[in-house]
């Protein structure tokens, strides 16, 4: 089956969330929170919005980790099982 | 049915561009419908009709700015019957919107009658009483039709408050002004400006400070947490939101406004919750009645609230209903914040950011999440007793959070 490109869609959540942010400017392993000044509901709304976009369960303990572009993507790929 | 006006939002707001009708004539509308979308210091809000009935005419053109009070649209069919129900209604109405503070707090009970605020005075002039704090509605206009100028409002302030009083309140109201016009595109600042110079230079605050032990309150919500899909998980502010809420029911006292040098406590708990936005500057939409409604009620209208306030979609009944602010200053935030009070509310809550700190409990020493709470109060309104009282029921809360 086709990669899933996580990045493009965690961006487009960070958009609805933030459409003022620049997303381009945005390294990888950046902090979300302090880059784009997204506080603890934006970063809920996030992930409400990929975890009904790709049917995954997002445990409540994993946000404090979940904070970079990198580490939500490579959390997706290992919960999301790939064929 | 009657006249649809344009909605004030807040007592600093004298008009607002229309920016698009949702409905056109012949359409039937129902109450809570979003008929428009106008522009305001507050950002692009959605107003809403408050009765069903038929949009007969749309008066205002999009595009058009539209002071607070005009009349935007005709709703419902018959004339003879509104034009007779609004001879009757104009001098209770009156009597009613003494201050723009007043005007502020009644804007949905206003706007089910037929419309009232019907003199006519210049921008200048509405937004020169609003400094003064003179009621139009006593001014006697010298323009064509009674019209009100700016003029007229100083010559009634200076008659009725006496020379000093008018010298050093046109003084004040000047550097407000000045602050106003000099920056015309950034209206949301120069709103905040001047509600919290008002703020500043009427209300006598008085400020309370609590540390909670939030250990009870956070494992409730990991045990609500942990069986529920993310979508329907119950975050901190809206635990606390709901928490202020109950804690107000026995403590009504700081829920209301202080309007005409009175007291009016609000049987509504409409809790405001401050959002800053990135962009800068902040909206305060309120959860309406969060008193009686559940925590999964409260966070759904919370969540989506949010997401509207970033996009410019807040319905003006959320905008200018709130009885009482919370602000919060979210996990990166700092420790603890002291509030300026929204006037002519009474009380501002504000929470810092929930952090583990060595406690004692049972006489021993204990790393605990704790939060800081502090009251913002108008010592016009209540005493620090109250307040102190109003700090106390909201920890009870926060300690027995299954009863939430």
């Known amino acids: 089956m086709n990669q899933i490109d996580y990045l493009s869609i965690i961006k487009k959540h960070l958009h609805r969330v933030a459409p003022e942010a620049d997303l381009e400017k945005l390294r990888p392993a950046d902090d979300l929170g302090t880059q784009l000044d997204i506080d603890s509901m934006d970063f809920y709304n996030i992930m409400v919005g990929i975890s009904e976009e790709l049917h995954v369960d997002i445990p409540e303990e994993q946000y404090d980790k979940l904070r970079s572009l990198k580490a939500i993507k490579d959390f997706l790929a290992s919960a999301i099982p790939q064929n | 049915m009657g006249d649809f006006v344009m909605p004030s939002l807040g007592s600093q707001m004298i008009e607002a561009k229309l920016v698009q009708w949702h409905v056109k004539p012949g359409d039937k509308v129902k109450k809570g419908d979003i008929i428009g979308e106008i522009d305001t210091e507050k950002g692009l809000i959605d107003i809403e009709v408050f009765e069903d009935g038929t949009i007969t005419e749309l008066r205002a053109k999009e595009g058009e700015t539209i002071p607070v009070g005009s009349v935007m649209a005709i709703i419902g069919g018959d004339k003879e019957h509104k034009a007779a129900a609004q001879q009757k209604e104009v001098p209770a109405e009156e009597k009613k919107i003494k201050k723009n503070g007043k005007q502020e707090v009644t804007v949905s009970a206003r706007e089910k009658r037929p419309p009232v605020h019907r003199m006519k005075a210049s921008p200048l002039a509405r937004r020169v009483a609003e400094d003064l704090h003179v009621d139009?509605?006593?001014?006697?206009?010298?323009?064509?039709?009674?019209?009100?100028?700016?003029?007229?409002?100083?010559?009634?302030?200076?008659?009725?408050?006496?020379?000093?009083?008018?010298?050093?309140?046109?003084?004040?109201?000047?550097?407000?002004?000045?602050?106003?016009?000099?920056?015309?595109?950034?209206?949301?600042?120069?709103?905040?400006?001047?509600?919290?110079?008002?703020?500043?230079?009427?209300?006598?605050?008085?400020?309370?400070?609590?540390?909670?032990?939030?250990?009870?309150?956070?494992?409730?919500?990991?045990?609500?947490?942990?069986?529920?899909?993310?979508?329907?998980?119950?975050?901190?502010?809206?635990?606390?939101?709901?928490?202020?809420?109950?804690?107000?029911?026995?403590?009504?006292?700081?829920?209301?406004?202080?309007?005409?040098?009175?007291?009016?406590?609000?049987?509504?708990?409409?809790?405001?919750?401050?959002?800053?936005?990135?962009?800068?500057?902040?909206?305060?939409?309120?959860?309406?009645?969060?008193?009686?409604?559940?925590?999964?009620?409260?966070?759904?209208?919370?969540?989506?609230?949010?997401?509207?306030?970033?996009?410019?979609?807040?319905?003006?009944?959320?905008?200018?209903?709130?009885?009482?602010?919370?602000?919060?200053?979210?996990?990166?935030?700092?420790?603890?914040?002291?509030?300026?009070?929204?006037?002519?509310?009474?009380?501002?809550?504000?929470?810092?950011?929930?952090?583990?700190?060595?406690?004692?409990?049972?006489?021993?020493?204990?790393?605990?999440?704790?939060?800081?709470?502090?009251?913002?109060?108008?010592?016009?309104?209540?005493?620090?007793?109250?307040?102190?009282?109003?700090?106390?029921?909201?920890?009870?809360?926060?300690?027995?959070?299954?009863?939430?």
């Open chain 2, 136 to 404: 139009l509605g006593k001014v006697k206009g010298s323009g064509p039709e009674g019209t009100i100028h700016k003029k007229d409002v100083e010559a009634y302030a200076r008659e009725t408050k006496g020379e000093e009083t008018f010298k050093k309140e046109i003084e004040m109201a000047a550097h407000v002004s000045a602050a106003t016009e000099a920056k015309a595109p950034k209206s949301m600042r120069q709103s905040i400006a001047a509600a919290m110079s008002r703020s500043n230079r009427e209300i006598p605050h008085y400020y309370l400070e609590t540390e909670i032990d939030m250990t009870a309150a956070m494992d409730r919500l990991e045990e609500i947490n942990r069986k529920r899909a993310v979508n329907e998980r119950i975050l901190p502010p809206v635990l606390l939101i709901k928490a202020v809420a109950n804690a107000l029911t026995e403590v009504p006292e700081l829920n209301g406004f202080w309007t005409d040098e009175v007291m009016h406590v609000e049987e509504g708990i409409h809790i405001g919750f401050a959002i800053s936005l990135r962009q800068g500057g902040l909206v305060i939409p309120a959860v309406l009645n969060a008193d009686m409604k559940s925590l999964d009620e409260i966070r759904t209208e919370f969540v989506d609230m949010i997401m509207r306030a970033r996009e410019g979609h807040l319905k003006s009944r959320e905008i200018s209903s709130a009885t009482i602010t919370i602000t919060s200053l979210g996990e990166r935030g700092a420790e603890k914040v002291f509030g300026v009070i929204y006037p002519p509310q009474v009380a501002l809550v504000g929470f810092g950011r929930i952090s583990p700190k060595p406690i004692v409990v049972d006489g021993l020493i204990g790393i605990r999440p704790v939060l800081s709470a502090t009251l913002a109060g108008d010592h016009r309104a209540t005493d620090g007793h109250t307040g102190s009282r109003f700090l106390e029921k909201l920890n009870e809360q926060l300690q027995h959070p299954e009863k939430v």
